[in-house]
C-alpha cells in the first residue's frame, strides 16, 4: 500500500498510509474504534476506492488490473452481507463457480470447508437464521474457497466460539506455514501477539508503528506498548456514586 488516502465529506478517515506486508506473513493491524483500519483493508482489496495511492497485490496493480488482483485474494470485510437466502453449501459452492472452479472441485473444497468449520450440521439451514458466529464462519469459507495466496480478514474471531476460533487459528497458521499471507484486524491484543509474527499500529488515518511484532512491541506486551504509541489511556473518571448499597 503506497500513500492511501480516503476521506468522507470533511473528515479524513486514512491519511496516507504507507505499509509492505511480506509474502508468507501472518499481519496483525491493530487500532482504536475509527483508527481507519477498515477503510484501510478496504481499499487495499478493492471494496472502496482509494482518493490517492496505489495497492499492488504480489506486483499487480489492484485498481489498474482487477481481474488479476482479484483471484489472488481472500477477503471477509466487516459487516458480513451474504446472500443468505442460501443455505451454507449453496452459499459456498456459489462463491466457489463465481470464482470459476469447476463443479467437482467446488463440491470437494465446500465439503472440506463445511466439516473443518463445523457447519455441516446446518446444512438445510438458511443463512439467514444463523447465529453472527456461524456467519463469520461461513463467510470466511467463502473467502478460504479458491485457496487464495493472500487473505485479508477484518475481525475474524468477532461472535465466534472458542471451538470454532482455535478451528480457524489452525486453519490460517497451516495457509502461512504452506506460504500463504494472512493479514488480520483485530481489537484482542492478546490475539495478535499469540498469532502475528508482524503487526500495524494505526490511529487517526495514519501508521503510528509497524514491522516484526518483537520490533512494534520494544519489550513490552502489545497492549502496554499500543497504549504508549496512542499517547496513554484517557484519565480514569472516579465513579464515586458507583457502590453497593448498604441497605
Given amino acids: ?9 470533511r473528515t479524513v478517515a486514512v491519511a496516507g498510509i504507507d ?17 481507519g ?4 483493508l ?28 482479484a483471484p489472488l485474494l481472500g477477503v471477509l470485510p466487516d459487516g458480513v452481507r451474504v446472500f443468505d437466502r442460501l443455505t451454507g453449501p449453496e452459499l459456498l459452492s456459489y462463491a466457489g463457480m463465481l470464482r470459476g472452479l469447476p463443479r467437482a472441485v467446488v463440491a470437494a473444497r465446500r465439503d472440506d470447508l463445511l466439516t473443518a468449520l ?40 468477532e461472535a465466534v466460539d472458542p471451538v470454532s476460533a482455535s478451528a480457524i487459528r489452525v486453519i490460517l ?11 488480520l484486524s483485530s481489537h484482542v491484543m492478546a ?8 503487526v500495524a499500529v494505526v490511529a487517526g488515518g495514519r501508521l503510528l508503528a509497524a514491522g516484526p511484532l518483537d520490533v512494534v512491541r520494544a519489550g513490552q506486551d502489545l497492549e502496554t506498548r499500543f497504549v504508549d504509541l496512542l499517547g496513554g489511556g484517557p484519565a480514569e473518571p472516579e ?9
Fill in 1 to 9: 500500500m503506497s500513500g492511501l488516502v480516503k476521506r468522507f465529506g
Fill in 19 to 35: 505499509l509492505d506486508i511480506p509474502a508468507g506473513s501472518f499481519y496483525g493491524v491493530v487500532g482504536p474504534n475509527g483508527a
Fill in 37 to 40: 483500519k477498515t477503510t484501510t
Fill in 42 to 69: 478496504s481499499m487495499a482489496t478493492g471494496l472502496l476506492v482509494p482518493d490517492a495511492g496505489r495497492v499492488h497485490v504480489h506486483g499487480v496493480d489492484l485498481w489498474e488490473r482487477p481481474q488479476e488482483a
Fill in 118 to 157: 463445523d457447519l455441516h450440521g446446518a446444512g438445510a439451514t438458511l443463512v439467514a437464521d444463523y447465529s453472527a458466529g456461524m456467519t463469520k464462519k461461513i463467510a470466511l469459507a467463502c473467502a478460504l474457497v479458491h485457496a487464495p495466496r493472500l487473505l485479508v480478514l477484518d475481525e475474524p474471531f
Fill in 173 to 183: 497458521q497451516r495457509f502461512v506455514a504452506a506460504g500463504g499471507t494472512v493479514v
Fill in 191 to 198: 490475539l495478535v501477539e499469540r498469532l502475528c509474527d508482524h
Fill in 239 to 247: 465513579l464515586t456514586w458507583l457502590r453497593p448499597s448498604s441497605a
